[in-house]
């Protein structure tokens, strides 16, 4: 039983750039979430969501981030003209049943700006 | 003012120690708290997972959570080299699903 897939696991972009991260969800778990980890900062909620919805989004930038869980696929976490701020590990979560302890993470993707 | 503190450390101790793992929060909303462990360049492994007050113990490992003073523990007994990790706190509320707020993390060595 695969656990939760992420990639790329490192992926590189110039300023002005789009990075898609990609997550594949654990076999049976239908809710993702995605958080951001900056150096030296513990892991910020970004969006929670199910097949084809967004339930919570809260932690997102208004601008130049967006996610999508389709019906089929991987969940996307898109990121517009990126900055050197966006240079962080993006991890991603998933859980069967939406409840708080039953989260496994991904192995994230370290995303580099330069 | 952070929702929930946490010392980043790092915290050096020899093997055989008994660790001492601890978060302040502000929230008193928060009803459910957990502990992860990430090791470098991997994803945060649930280690604990406790509703409201009391403890909870797990082999070497045990979880404190004291709501009136706003203050959870993890204990970890007869530390051992692959216990070395970055060991975080997370904290749930009812009204906020299952999104998670996170401590900083505390790193830990043990030495052999």
């Known amino acids: 039983n695969a656990g939760v897939m992420q990639n790329p696991r490192h992926l590189v972009r110039r300023r002005g750039q789009e990075a898609r991260l990609r997550c594949s969800p654990m076999?049976?778990?239908?809710?993702v979430y995605w958080y951001r980890q900056l150096p030296e900062e513990g892991l910020k909620f970004m969006v929670y969501?199910?097949?084809?919805?967004?339930?919570?989004e809260s932690g997102m930038p208004k601008e130049r981030f967006s996610a999508e869980f389709p019906k089929e696929g991987p969940s996307i976490l898109r990121i517009q003209q990126v900055v050197r701020g966006d240079s962080a590990a993006y991890f991603c979560?998933?859980?069967?049943?939406?409840?708080?302890?039953?989260?496994?993470f991904g192995s994230g993707t370290r995303l580099t700006v330069v | 003012q952070k929702e929930v503190e946490q010392d980043p450390g790092p915290l050096s101790v020899p093997e055989g120690a008994i660790v001492s793992l601890n978060c302040t929060y502000s929230?008193?909303?928060?009803?459910?708290f957990m502990w992860y462990r990430q090791y470098s360049r991997k994803g945060p492994e649930l280690l604990m997972y406790?509703?409201?007050?009391g403890n909870k113990e797990d082999g070497r490992f045990t979880a404190q959570v004291d709501k009136s003073s706003k203050y959870i523990s993890l204990f970890i007994r007869d530390s051992q080299p692959s216990d070395s990790a970055t060991y975080l706190c997370?904290?749930?509320?009812?009204?906020?699903?299952?999104?998670?707020?996170f401590g900083e993390g505390t790193q830990l060595t043990v030495n052999p």
């Open positions: 979560a998933s859980s069967p049943m939406g409840e708080p302890g039953g989260y496994t």
């Open positions: 076999k049976g778990h239908s809710h």
């Open positions: 969501l199910q097949k084809e919805n967004i339930i919570d």
């Open positions: 929230n008193s909303a928060f009803q459910y």
């Open positions: 406790t509703y409201s007050s």
């Open positions: 997370a904290m749930s509320a009812l009204y906020s699903g299952s999104r998670l707020t």
